[in-house]
């Protein structure tokens, strides 16, 4: 179990730019898996990034070439860059290990003009 503490939402304008934080408490940080994900209302949580120990990062189709994870493992933080933000991108955004802890609290991120 990793403590994480998530950082950066907001509210933007469809085609804007947001970069979410994420901060673990502990520095065998470098070692996970770290993951984004987030939840609309009424909808199910749902993956939208991931980067490896060794920095092979995976998104699903819906944010391919609009989002960038990365991590930075002397400040045990990994980021979500968000691009050409889009109204349906609008959710609660979530960090999280894998094996995928407990939830901690999300950061809210909203697309409107």
């Known amino acids: 179990q990793l403590p994480l503490a998530v950082s950066g939402g907001g509210l933007v304008q469809p085609g804007g730019s947001l970069r979410l934080s994420c901060v673990a408490s502990r520095n065998i940080f470098r070692f996970y898996t770290m993951a984004w994900y987030r939840q609309a209302p009424g909808k199910q949580r749902e993956w939208v990034a991931q980067?490896?120990?060794?920095?092979?990062?995976n998104y699903p189709d819906s944010v391919k070439g609009r989002f960038t994870i990365s991590r930075d493992n002397a400040k045990n933080t990994v980021y979500l860059q968000m691009n050409s933000l889009k109204p349906e991108d609008t959710a609660v955004y979530y960090c999280?290990?894998?094996?995928?802890?407990?939830w901690g609290q999300g950061t809210q991120v909203t697309v409107s003009s």
């Open positions: 980067i490896t120990s060794g920095d092979s990062t």
């Open positions: 999280n290990h894998l094996p995928v802890g407990s």
